[in-house]
């Protein structure tokens, strides 16, 4: 019992890591955003510009790429991200 | 937008701007540390880009990159970039505070039309006279006093590839008074003609006072430009260079590729006998390892690939090459220009995309977005290395090339050949075939700098594992749930997957495939492979694993060459040199067009040509007897 939900638990995590990585970045602000209101007063609520900033990153093919992190649309999505 | 005089606390805002290919990049990673992508072509940065570094003097400085400009008369949208950062005409960009304008020491006849253009803002600016080694080694001298003097700015020499070339600049910015600083933004005029004229005369008769050279004739570069610019034995040297690197590939890596076989397969086979048979069992050997482990096996071969194109990209012969199929370009009605997008796409298309700014034409630029995810990204190379080692015999052809870096060199020219004919149609649809003469500065040539090839080689190695351990394990994970539950039901008399969810979705869209002899098991590697194209491949070994035990795990190649006929992995090959599923690269096209239409388009006419193409294949080679 204990390993089938160790199991669930593993593959739980790796499909939210997949929702996350394929979201445009847009899409992923726009759910933290919608987020933040309900999260406000809860535990989630002091984290929750860390993950605006997390959701804002580009996560396409040339995601690990060191000239990717500053281009317009990252910029204008970070600046999303902080008004957070 | 106002100027902020700096304090001890707030950094400087210093820019790096210069003619293309003068080393900008080069400096900018050196004095910040970063590890930007550079070049020996221009063109290479697009866009702004950002770094911090702290001078021996405890000041803090911002340092941009800026994209290079011939002229703040902006042709293109990177140049127009480096003019509305240095006006101040960008919303969210602080106008720079100082300005080091870099040159190339060794070309300074057509740098200092730009330096004397920047040196009418009013904006305090510093001269960095780079590849000063390279001015020094054939005997340049710039009588950098007099030019500092003539200029009215300081000069220094800087080696943007060597340990401490930055020293001397950082000490000078450290020197700088930003008083002088203007609180209203710089005016500036597009010249006239007159104007150009004026800056022209007035670069010579500076030159004239400070520039001691030799006669260029007698330079090595020509020499070779003689011969590797020849139109038919460039041509030829061109091929040689390709075919080398493609059978590289192959001969070269199979040792390393064997070491992460063995690694793999032993780590399996290690981890079953170390737990008890159960579903945390399957995901770790069948799921993770099978998964992961198969697509890990191609990274010698991407490094190899990669080590061959950094150094002929730092040597300087790439942009020779540009000009070399100019001829062929110019024939589908593309400009020249369009080469160094197209070139970057190899890599991934992405930034390829994003690197068509620098086209000046709406059109051009609009076709070669179109036409750049058929050049043959890294993420293909697992697959068609897979079906490659599969189903390729190795063996030598005419004594000295191996078919399997044959097929591959064909499999990437086929790519080429089908983007120049989509090319030739779309112009031919929006009534341009006219051909545009490529105006391209050529490098000089040079030995390919051993710390940029390692940054490079270090940079694409980091990518691809980041991939690995990111996104295709994630999916690795969340497609062995789906090929393991639900468990088949009691009585059932087939395989276990087959009534899975897994296989519920590639047997429902199997039928769209039928003709191109794809089988369910193909098809459910297409979805995932969306995310990224690598995952198919580790989506194929985690299929085979679950539903044909751990043994399998480790020998995905051998598998498929059982259970595939010839006809169906040509025609998967096919279908991956048009393979429209990479949805980041559509996301990509969206954000460069502004409108949903084109990446729609791209994402339509490449299914139908992957399906017709891949269709076709398998239907003649069924027809030749290999089905």
Same mark, same amino acid.
């Given at each position: 019992m204990l390993e089938q939900l160790v199991v669930a638990l593993i593959v739980l995590i790796a499909a939210a890591y997949s929702a996350w990585h394929i979201c445009p970045a847009s899409v992923r602000l726009s759910l933290v955003k919608r987020l933040q209101k309900r999260c406000q007063n809860s535990a989630v609520g002091p984290f929750m510009p860390t993950i605006a900033r997390a959701a804002a990153v580009p996560n396409g093919a040339c995601a690990g790429c060191a000239a990717s992190g500053r281009c317009p649309a990252t910029r204008a999505a970070m600046a999303r991200a902080n008004e957070i | 937008m106002t100027a902020a005089t700096s304090t001890v606390d707030a950094p400087r805002r210093v820019a790096l701007l210069g003619n293309p290919n003068c080393g900008k990049t080069a400096l900018f990673n050196l004095l910040t540390g970063s590890r930007q992508k550079v070049a020996n072509y221009a063109g290479v940065t697009v866009e702004r880009k950002e770094g911090r570094v702290l001078s021996p003097a405890g000041h803090s400085y911002r340092v941009l990159d800026l994209p290079g400009a011939y002229s703040l008369n902006a042709d293109s949208a990177d140049e127009a970039v480096t003019r509305d950062v240095l006006l101040g005409r960008l919303e969210d960009e602080d106008r720079p505070e100082l300005l080091v304008c870099v040159t190339d020491a060794t070309n300074l006849r057509l740098n200092l039309r730009l330096v004397l253009e920047v040196r009418q803002l009013g904006i305090p600016m510093v001269l960095a006279l780079n590849m000063s080694d390279l001015a020094a080694r054939r005997g340049i001298k710039v009588d950098t006093e007099k030019l500092s003097k003539l200029l009215g700015v300081p000069v220094v020499n800087t080696v943007g590839v060597q340990r401490n070339g930055a020293e001397a600049l950082l000490a000078t910015l450290d020197q700088m008074d930003l008083?002088?600083?203007?609180?209203? $933004?710089? /005016?500036?005029?597009?010249?006239?003609?007159?104007?150009?004229?004026?800056?022209?005369?007035?670069?010579?008769? &500076?030159? /004239?006072?400070?520039?001691?050279?030799?006669?260029?004739?007698?330079?090595?570069?020509?020499?070779?430009?003689?011969? =590797?610019?020849?139109?038919?034995? *460039?041509?030829?040297?061109? /091929?040689?260079?390709?075919?080398?690197?493609?059978?590289?590939?192959?001969?070269?890596? /199979?040792?390393?590729?064997?070491?992460?076989?063995?690694?793999?397969?032993?780590?399996?086979?290690?981890?079953? *006998?170390?737990?008890?048979?159960?579903?945390?069992?399957?995901?770790?050997?069948?799921? =993770?390892?099978?998964?992961?482990?198969?697509?890990? &096996?191609?990274?010698?071969?991407?490094?190899?690939?990669?080590?061959?194109?950094?150094?002929?990209?730092?040597?300087?012969?790439?942009?020779?090459?540009?000009?070399?199929?100019?001829?062929?370009?110019?024939?589908?009605?593309?400009?020249?220009?369009?080469?160094?997008?197209?070139?970057?796409?190899?890599?991934? $298309?992405?930034?390829?995309?994003?690197?068509?700014?620098?086209?000046?034409?709406?059109?051009?630029?609009?076709?070669? =977005?179109?036409?750049?995810?058929?050049?043959?990204?890294?993420?293909?190379?697992?697959?068609?290395?897979?079906?490659?080692?599969?189903?390729?015999?190795?063996?030598?052809?005419?004594?000295?090339?191996?078919?399997?870096?044959?097929?591959?060199? *064909?499999? #990437?020219?086929?790519?080429?050949?089908?983007?120049?004919?989509?090319?030739?149609?779309?112009?031919?649809?929006?009534?341009?075939?006219?051909?545009?003469?490529?105006?391209?500065?050529?490098?000089?040539?040079?030995?390919?700098?051993?710390?940029?090839?390692?940054?490079?080689? #270090?940079?694409?190695?980091?990518?691809?594992?980041?991939?690995?351990?990111?996104?295709?394990? $994630?999916?690795?994970?969340?497609?062995?749930?789906?090929?393991?539950?639900p468990a088949a039901p009691i009585g059932a008399t087939g395989p276990a997957i087959d009534y899975s969810y897994a296989g519920m979705i590639g047997h429902f869209i199997q039928p769209l495939f039928a003709p191109l002899g794809f089988s369910w098991e193909i098809c459910v590697a297409l979805v995932p492979g969306m995310a990224a194209r690598e995952v198919a491949v580790g989506a194929l070994a985690t299929v085979y694993a679950v539903s044909g035990g751990a043994d399998e795990a480790a020998e995905l190649g051998s598998l498929v060459a059982q259970q595939w006929s010839l006809a169906t992995a040509l025609a998967l090959m096919v279908w991956y040199v048009f393979a429209p599923q990479c949805l980041p690269t559509l996301a990509v096209i969206k954000r460069e067009t502004q409108t949903w239409r084109y990446p729609l388009l791209a994402a339509g006419y490449l299914f139908g040509m992957a399906w017709f193409a891949a269709m076709v294949t398998y239907q003649l080679a069924v027809a030749l007897g290999a089905g």
């Open positions: - | 008083a002088a600083l203007a609180e209203r $933004a710089p /005016a500036w005029e597009t010249p006239s003609l007159e104007d150009v004229t004026r800056t022209h005369r007035r670069v010579r008769r &500076i030159l /004239a006072e400070v520039l001691d050279a030799p006669d260029t004739d007698s330079r090595y570069d020509e020499k070779i430009d003689r011969v =590797i610019m020849h139109p038919v034995f *460039g041509l030829l040297i061109l /091929a040689v260079v390709l075919l080398l690197m493609f059978q590289a590939v192959f001969s070269w890596a /199979a040792v390393p590729m064997g070491v992460i076989e063995a690694g793999t397969g032993w780590l399996g086979e290690w981890v079953s *006998g170390l737990m008890s048979d159960g579903p945390l069992r399957s995901l770790l050997v069948d799921g =993770i390892i099978a998964g992961v482990g198969s697509v890990l &096996i191609f990274l010698p071969q991407i490094v190899i690939l990669f080590a061959f194109i950094l150094a002929l990209e730092d040597s300087g012969y790439l942009p020779r090459a540009a000009f070399l199929l100019d001829r062929f370009m110019g024939k589908v009605g593309l400009s020249g220009r369009s080469f160094i997008p197209l070139l970057s796409s190899f890599a991934c $298309a992405i930034p390829g995309i994003m690197a068509t700014r620098v086209i000046s034409n709406s059109r051009d630029r609009l076709t070669t =977005i179109m036409i750049a995810p058929l050049m043959t990204c890294s993420a293909r190379l697992p697959v068609y290395a897979l079906l490659i080692g599969a189903f390729i015999p190795q063996q030598t052809v005419a004594g000295l090339f191996n078919l399997q870096g044959l097929v591959l060199f *064909g499999l #990437y020219v086929f790519g080429i050949v089908s983007a120049m004919f989509v090319a030739w149609v779309m112009q031919r649809l929006g009534g341009s075939l006219a051909h545009h003469p490529l105006m391209m500065e050529l490098p000089t040539w040079r030995l390919p700098n051993l710390r940029n090839l390692l940054l490079g080689l #270090y940079e694409r190695v980091k990518i691809f594992m980041r991939r690995v351990g990111g996104i295709i394990l $994630a999916m690795m994970i969340v497609l062995w749930a789906l090929s393991t539950y």
